[in-house]
């Protein structure tokens, strides 16, 4: 993408007057500033040379222009013999107004003359180095195509009309240009390279406590400020927000009293970030609402590409800490099955194949980090969100009725991606454990959606199951027995009448939930559900079937729990023989019948077969699933206690 500079075109008849240096700066010095020293020496070492470009990049409200007004000020003062030019970029139309309003301050020739190019006529004054040197301040830069595309504009003047803004920049020795945007990619491009931008995050929260009490003065309390910053994620705008919340109410509303308002629900949350008080040192034209101040950017992504904006409203579900790049590849190679019919996918709309999916997935992803919406964890293989950038998204998806659907579609996905509760799938468990806590904690309002929820409350009780945490898997099974067992009603759709009325399910819900009642002692109602468990298989898949043989086996375990041993051996019998005619010898299922039959003539005291049978079991556990298996493990455990007791 090629831009064209302009050439001086001073007439020598007419040279420019030397003036007294002076500043367009449109906003006084903040006596609330706080310093970042990091980013002062950075931008101070970058700006060094004359002709040398930078650009401050981040998040809305993190804190970028007020760093430019800073910085302004102090080269005013420390070389006064420098012109500072303030010039908003966030439109063409206030791009034009600030030069033409330079024009007026330079009182440059000809430019009230009919047809002369004003524009061009601050370029050249700010090519020429007998005018001394100036800083330009590029604030809020945020659109590509406004500074590099020659796109008609039809609010633009004739002269202009087809011109890059990015050809008004000169590049001279005698200025520098400081650059704030939004957008990593107009960063880059304007400032020359990735070397010339420095990414503004939020404050570490030394620096945040210290603004909240700059703003608060005499109402600031130390014992809420830490908890309140951190909750407003060290976010400049939004603690500059909340304390001008704080101020106007003071003294009914408090530090204390507005974290507990804004703890207290996410509506709540949405009510206090809508705020908007006036702040003299942004922009008029900017909103100092947290919630507006990023909606601009994700209309903006939204615009420029819209399945990064899809990716960002994903993405706004999930806990904003440890998002798995492995999750995001998946629902890219299955999200036609998730798209609205109102979804633009693609550049040609056709059907991607899985690297085009997984391509794309990346493009959308720098988008989202350009634009500071998404980090990348120091372990590489995760995402990270700002819990407000998340809420503020929601918010905005809202806005435009979208909400509803993402939740739909995110609950449809991971109940099908979150796996059974297997040791092979541990790791992937715990990943998404944070992200589905607050889907298992609120039931869907739909007859479809109770089913996928379901599903994902029995994995995820499974889970638990295996992980010890008993109470949190039964009340999670529990749910999903009920929900399962319910009967439709004529208006359910098709769908979710296939889900519940799927007996198979029930079952599954069933028996593991029968499973976690035993480990916790609660026997009798633990072999109700067995047997259920073991009724409902017999009819629908046959005496048999590995399932069926699975639900003997775990209804032999609480049987053999409660004493009843001649009953326990007849069902352990018959889910050893079945499962080595129907899977072999060596497959887990049996080699588990073989366990549970050890265990259980270990408590009749008959040692001899106990020890025979965890041999077997523990030889075949070893070479199937590896010495290192919970389950291999758990048998080692067992025979070693029957090893001593027979010794004694």
């Not at 491009?189 to 404050?203: E, T």
Request: aromatic share 10%.
């Amino acid at each position: 993408m090629n831009v064209t500079f302009y050439e001086p075109t001073y007439e020598p008849s007419r040279p420019p007057q030397r003036r007294e240096p002076f500043s367009t700066v449109p906003f006084l010095p903040d006596p609330d500033f706080i310093e970042r020293t990091d980013v002062a020496t950075w931008l101070r070492n970058t700006l060094i040379p004359l002709g040398s470009r930078a650009a401050l990049v981040g998040l809305g409200g993190v804190g970028k222009s007020q760093v430019a007004i800073q910085y302004a000020h102090r080269i005013q003062q420390e070389v006064p013999s420098t012109y500072v030019f303030w010039v908003h970029a966030g439109t063409r139309e206030r791009f034009e107004e600030a030069y033409r309003s330079i024009a007026e301050r330079l009182q440059l020739p000809r430019r009230h003359d009919p047809g002369v190019d004003v524009l061009r006529l601050v370029y050249d004054w700010l090519f020429d180095v007998q005018n001394g040197p100036w800083l330009m301040i590029l604030d809020n830069a945020d659109d590509v195509d406004m500074f590099y595309r020659k796109k008609p504009d039809r609010t633009a003047t004739v002269a202009s009309a087809q011109r890059p803004l990015a050809s008004l920049l000169p590049q001279c020795t005698s200025g520098r240009i400081l650059v704030t945007s939004r957008s990593r990619d107009v960063a880059e491009r304007l400032a020359g390279g990735s070397r010339s931008v420095l990414s503004i995050q939020p404050m570490n929260e030394g620096q945040a406590l210290q603004l909240l009490q700059k703003k608060l003065r005499n109402k600031y309390e130390d014992e809420a400020a830490a908890s309140l910053v951190r909750a407003l994620d060290y976010i400049p705008l939004a603690i500059t927000q909340a304390a001008a919340y704080i101020l106007r109410r003071w003294p009914r509303t408090s530090c204390l009293t507005y974290l507990e308002g804004f703890r207290k629900s996410e509506k709540k949350k949405q009510s206090l970030l809508h705020k908007d008080h006036g702040d003299l040192r942004r922009d008029a034209e900017a909103t100092n609402s947290v919630v507006l101040t990023w909606q601009i950017t994700f209309e903006q992504i939204q615009t420029e590409r819209r399945s990064a904006a899809e990716l960002l409203s994903f993405m706004s579900l999930f806990h904003p800490q440890g998002i798995p790049e492995w999750i995001l590849r998946s629902y890219y190679m299955r999200r036609s099955e998730y798209k609205s019919s109102d979804y633009e996918g693609g550049e040609d709309g056709d059907e991607s194949d899985d690297s085009v999916e997984l391509d794309e997935l990346d493009d959308d992803l720098e988008t989202l980090r350009g634009y500071s919406l998404v980090g990348l964890t120091t372990e590489q293989d995760a995402y990270e969100m700002h819990a407000l950038v998340q809420l503020c998204t929601r918010v905005w998806l809202s806005s435009v009725d979208s909400i509803d659907r993402w939740r739909d579609v995110f609950l449809r996905f991971i109940s099908k991606e979150y796996p059974t509760g297997d040791h092979k799938n541990w790791t992937r468990c715990q990943q998404l454990e944070p992200h589905i806590t607050p889907i298992v904690e609120t039931e869907p309002a739909t007859a479809e959606g109770k089913g996928h929820w379901a599903q994902l409350l029995t994995n995820a009780g499974w889970y638990g199951w295996q992980i010890g945490r008993y109470n949190a898997a039964e009340a999670m099974l529990r749910k999903a027995v009920e929900i399962r067992q319910e009967v439709p009603s004529g208006e359910y759709t098709e769908a979710y009448q296939a889900l519940v009325t799927e007996r198979l399910d029930t079952l599954m819900s069933v028996g593991i939930l029968a499973g976690v009642l035993r480990f916790q002692g609660k026997y009798e109602e633990a072999e109700v559900m067995n047997r259920r468990a073991l009724d409902g298989r017999e009819k629908a898949l046959g005496a048999d079937h590995p399932s069926t043989l699975t639900s003997v086996g775990n209804l032999a375990l609480v049987l053999g729990d409660q004493g009843k041993y001649e009953e326990a051996e007849v069902m352990n019998r018959r889910a050893l023989d079945g499962s080595e005619k129907a899977l072999g010898a060596d497959h887990p299922d049996t080699l588990t019948s073989i366990y549970n039959l050890a265990y259980l003539y270990q408590h009749q005291d008959r040692f001899e077969e106990a020890d025979q049978y965890y041999l077997t079991a523990l030889v075949g556990y070893r070479k199937v699933l590896g010495p290192a298996h919970p389950t291999t493990l758990a048998c080692e455990g067992h025979h070693a206690s029957l090893r001593e007791r027979m010794m004694n």
